[in-house]
């Protein structure tokens, strides 16, 4: 069965550089979520997506953007990053109406050095 | 505010062993949903077992089993006869409303040969 792909798997990047990170969920499913989790630390909400609407936002910064396409895939665009940015990106999907049923890709892991 | 309390942050056992994972919450809403994910040290965030609130029947998924206290809000994961495999971070979240996610802290669980 097809999964969540998340592109790339892994990246570095210096300090106040742009980044930025793709998600293609599993087909038919309308929505996506955003979630960091830095070393030793529990996933955290950044931003979702609902039919190419942001339909959530949480702990993201403001040098963060995201935006879904009309193909569904979601890009997150983190620019000036920061060494505290280093951490796993994962991107979910599900179908709104599935409640409760997200599935995870298998994370981009960013370091900043 | 949702949140999810895993006060266990290590726990270990030996092969064959049942372990129970504790886990609370806080909720004011009357319908949502329960999660327990495994990250084993690939970092891919696994879905082990899901409980619906308004369900008063434990879910089970083969050697995973919950025991779901609503009013005390209590939602522990037992696993029986315990397998190397199993050796990972165990999160424990909660999902209501717009699909947002919000996880506890983990709890890394080592089984020993």
């Known amino acids: 069965a097809a999964g969540v792909i998340q592109s790339p798997r892994h990246l570095i990047k210096e300090k106040r550089e742009t980044a930025t990170l793709k998600c293609y969920p599993i087909?038919?499913?309308?929505?996506v979520y955003w979630y960091q989790q830095g070393p030793g630390q529990d996933p955290q909400f950044l931003i979702s997506?609902?039919?190419?609407?942001?339909?959530d936002k949480g702990s993201i910064p403001d040098r963060f953007s995201a935006q879904q396409f009309s193909d569904y895939h979601s890009e997150l665009n983190m620019s000036s990053l920061e060494l505290g940015d280093s951490a796993l990106y994962f991107c979910?999907?599900?179908?709104?109406?599935?409640?409760?049923?997200?599935?995870f890709g298998e994370g981009s892991r960013l370091t900043v050095l | 505010a949702q949140t999810v309390t895993q006060s266990q942050p290590e726990m270990s056992v030996q092969e064959a062993e049942t372990v129970t994972l504790s886990c609370t919450y806080d909720?004011?809403?009357?319908?949502?949903?329960l999660f327990w994910y495994k990250q084993p040290p690939s970092r891919q965030m696994i879905l082990v077992i899901r409980?619906?609130?308004?369900?008063?029947q434990n879910a089970t998924e083969n050697r995973f089993s919950v025991n779901f206290q609503k009013a005390a809000k209590s939602f522990s994961l037992k696993i029986s006869d315990s397998q190397l495999g199993d050796t990972a971070m165990y999160f424990c979240?909660?999902?209501?409303?717009?699909?947002?996610?919000?996880f506890g802290q983990g709890t890394r669980l080592t089984i020993n040969p």
């Open positions: 979910a999907s599900s179908e709104v109406w599935v409640a409760g049923e997200l599935f």
């Open positions: 087909p038919r499913h309308d929505t």
């Open positions: 997506f609902y039919e190419k609407m942001q339909s």
């Open positions: 909720t004011s809403e009357n319908n949502y949903y």
């Open positions: 409980q619906e609130a308004y369900k008063q």
């Open positions: 979240a909660l999902i209501q409303g717009a699909q947002k996610l919000v």
